[in-house]
């Protein structure tokens, strides 16, 4: 089993900056590629970001792409997600996500073993 407990959610301007964190415990955290998906209003749950187990390589969605950034630190067990110049579409429920096995279908939930609660991302326009 894997904890993933998320952090740094909250109500921030359009074109304001949130760091989001993910904190694991429970397995070997550098055993698992890290994934943060969103789920707005009313809406189902989208891929956000990925990084691979060693932080070597990382994916975005387009909607994201040049505005938030992906990282981890093994040594701390934890992922972040570095959000900027939000706009109020990024308004969402945030979602940190651990993927053991990778099978190539990183944008879809269902890659994913574990899951934090989420931690809510308001931007006001």
């Known amino acids: 089993q894997v904890q993933l407990v998320e952090s740094g959610g909250g109500l921030v301007q359009t074109g304001g900056s949130l760091r989001l964190s993910c904190a694991a415990s429970?397995?070997?955290?550098?055993?698992?590629?890290m994934g943060w998906f969103r789920r707005p209003p009313g809406k189902e749950r989208d891929f956000v970001a990925r990084?691979?187990?060693?932080?070597?390589?990382?994916y975005y969605a387009d909607s994201v792409k040049g505005r938030f950034t992906i990282s981890r630190d093994n040594a701390k067990n934890t992922a972040y997600l570095q959000l900027n110049s939000l706009k109020p579409e990024d308004t969402a429920v945030y979602y940190c996500?651990?993927?053991?096995?990778?099978?190539?279908?990183?944008?879809?939930?269902?890659?994913?073993?574990?899951w934090g609660q989420g931690t809510q991302v308001t931007v006001s326009s």
């Open positions: 990084v691979t187990r060693s932080g070597s390589s990382t």
């Open positions: 429970g397995r070997t955290f550098s055993d698992y590629h």
């Open positions: 996500a651990a993927d053991r096995f990778s099978t190539g279908t990183y944008l879809s939930p269902e890659e994913y073993d574990y």
